[in-house]
Nanobody, 114 residues
């Protein structure tokens, strides 16, 4: 099993920045991809960004150039640096890990509002 715990969400004004963190434990060594999804009210969950163990990244078009995903060298944490935030970035952000099986964190709320 893999446990994922997110932190770093909150309220920020448009144009501001936030950094989300996801701490992984358990059998995380079995996974090959970690990243972030988000779900806004009334919308489907969507992939925001992902990173592989060899550092290959993938971003949703809506966040390219504004968000950056990185992992630590031990593959026990993944971070999402979010800059130039917009109101449409408001959502619950979920950390995930995928390998044999898929694992999810409990989610952290990000609200972009003036």
């Amino acid at each position: 099993q893999v446990q994922l715990v997110e932190s770093g969400g909150g309220l920020v004004q448009p144009g501001g920045s936030l950094r989300l963190s996801c701490a992984a434990s358990g059998s995380i060594f079995r996974t090959s991809v970690m990243g972030w999804y988000r779900q806004a009210p009334g919308k489907d969950r969507e992939l925001v960004a992902s990173i592989t163990r060899v550092g290959i990244t993938n971003y949703a078009d809506s966040v390219k150039g504004r968000f950056t995903i990185v992992s630590n060298s031990a593959w026990t944490a993944v971070y999402l640096q979010m800059n130039t935030l917009k109101s449409e970035d408001t959502a619950v952000y979920y950390c995930f890990a995928r390998g044999p099986g898929a694992y999810w964190g409990q989610g952290t709320q990000v609200t972009v509002s003036s």
